[in-house]
């Protein structure tokens, strides 16, 4: 069982940056990708970006491409995820999760999510 604890969100004025962490402990034999989710109130989860382990080939939500930026540290085993230029439509809890394969872009794919980490974006 891997254990992910995400942290670095909060509170923003729309325009500026924030960084997310997760952190993998546990069984954390090299997984075929780690990704982020959001859900914001009253919505399903979303795919906002992935990075498979061994190649860091990425992938983004084309809501957040050009913005946000994912990058892993194998040896660390963390993922963060760079977000800039912030919008309001951005505000949710942001998911760290870990897929073992199948398609990275749908949350069923992975079987170990942290506990959420909320960003708030703010007009």
């Known amino acids: 069982q891997v254990q992910l604890v995400e942290s670095g969100g909060g509170l923003v004025q729309a325009g500026g940056s924030l960084r997310l962490l997760c952190a993998a402990s546990g069984r954390t034999r090299s997984p075929y990708a780690m990704g982020w989710f959001r859900q914001a109130p009253g919505k399903e989860r979303e795919f906002v970006a992935v990075t498979t382990w061994s190649y860091g080939v990425t992938d983004y939500a084309d809501s957040v491409m050009g913005r946000f930026t994912i990058s892993r540290d194998n040896a660390k085993n963390t993922v963060d995820l760079q977000m800039n230029s912030l919008k309001p439509e951005d505000t949710a809890v942001y998911y760290c999760?870990?897929?073992?394969?199948?398609?990275?872009?749908?949350?069923?794919?992975?079987?170990?999510w942290g506990q959420g980490t909320q960003v708030t974006v703010f007009s």
């Open positions: 999760g870990v897929s073992a394969g199948g398609s990275y872009f749908t949350a069923p794919s992975y079987n170990s």
